[in-house]
C-alpha cells in the first residue's frame, strides 16, 4: 500500500528544544514536500525536494531545516522551535513529472509552549 | 505575489442541490490541483488538470481549468451528506513550489 507515515503524531515541546519530524514513504517517488497547516492560512509550503540530495525553500522556510540523504526520508528539523511554529504538518511525497497527484501523510500537530 | 483565492470560503447546501467552487490564481500556470481535507484528516488528491480547458469527473464533482481567465471550478452536482468536507485548490510551478488556496468548508444538509 502506497504510504508516507509521519512521526511523532503529536508533539508538545519547549521554546528552543531542538526537535527533528520525520517523513517516510514507501513509493520510491522522487519529489517529497513539507507543508504547515493554519487556521484560515491554508497551506503553505515549507520546504520541497526534488531527489536526493536536492532541497529548495518553499514560502515559509524560516526557522525549519531539511536534509534529503536517502530517497525515502525526508525529516522536518527545527533548531529552537518558536510558539509561531505551534501548528499542523504534513509530509507529501509524488513522482516528478507533470499530472502526478501529491500523498499525503497523516500529519503531526507541533505544540510550543 | 503568488496568490490563490477561493470563494466561497463556507458554503451550506442542502442535499440534491448543484454549487461551484471557484479558484482565481495570479500567475500563468496548467498545473492546478483539487483536494479534498475530512476534519481532523489529511489531504486527499482529488483531480490534477494541466492544461487550458481540461475538465474531470469524478462521480459528483467536475473540475475544470480556464488558464486565460487564471480559473478553476469544482462543480458539485446534487450534493449529498457525504461530500461535507474542505476543499482546497493550489497550483504549482515549473519548480514543483505549490501555492495553496485558503479553502472552502462544505457543509451539506441533510
Known amino acids: 500500500e502506497a504510504q508516507v507515515t509521519q512521526n511523532p503524531r503529536y508533539l508538545i515541546t519547549v521554546t528552543g528544544k531542538k526537535l527533528t519530524v520525520t517523513c517516510s514513504q514507501n513509493?520510491?517517488?522522487?519529489?517529497m514536500s513539507w507543508y504547515r497547516q493554519d487556521p484560515g492560512l491554508g497551506l503553505r509550503q515549507i520546504y520541497y525536494?526534488?531527489?536526493?540530495?536536492?532541497?529548495d525553500k518553499g514560502d515559509v522556510p524560516e526557522g525549519y531545516k531539511v536534509s534529503r540523504k536517502e530517497k525515502r526520508n525526508f525529516p522536518l528539523i527545527l533548531e529552537s522551535p518558536s510558539p509561531n511554529q505551534t501548528s499542523l504538518y504534513f509530509c507529501?511525497?509524488?513522482?516528478?513529472?507533470?499530472?502526478?497527484?501529491?500523498?499525503f501523510g497523516p500529519g503531526t500537530r507541533l505544540t510550543v509552549t | 505575489e503568488l496568490k490563490v483565492e477561493q470563494n466561497p470560503l463556507f458554503l451550506s447546501m442542502q442535499e440534491g442541490k448543484n454549487y461551484t467552487i471557484y479558484c482565481n490564481y495570479s500567475?500563468?500556470?496548467?498545473?492546478l490541483y483539487w483536494y479534498r481535507q475530512d476534519p481532523g484528516k489529511s489531504l486527499e488528491s482529488l483531480f490534477v488538470?494541466?492544461?487550458?480547458?481540461a475538465v474531470k469527473q469524478e462521480g459528483r464533482l467536475m473540475a475544470s481549468l480556464d488558464t486565460k481567465a487564471r480559473l478553476s471550478t469544482l462543480h458539485i452536482t446534487a450534493a449529498v451528506h457525504d461530500l461535507s468536507a474542505t476543499y482546497f485548490c493550489?497550483?504549482?510551478?515549473?519548480?514543483?513550489?505549490?501555492?495553496f488556496g485558503t479553502g472552502t468548508r462544505l457543509k451539506v444538509l441533510a
Open positions: 507529501a511525497a509524488r513522482r516528478t513529472g507533470a499530472g502526478y497527484e501529491q500523498y
Open positions: 513509493m520510491n517517488h522522487e519529489y
Open positions: 525536494s526534488m531527489n536526493v540530495e536536492v532541497t
Open positions: 500567475t500563468t500556470s496548467d498545473r
Open positions: 488538470l494541466l492544461s487550458n480547458g
Open positions: 493550489a497550483y504549482s510551478s515549473g519548480t514543483y513550489k505549490y501555492i
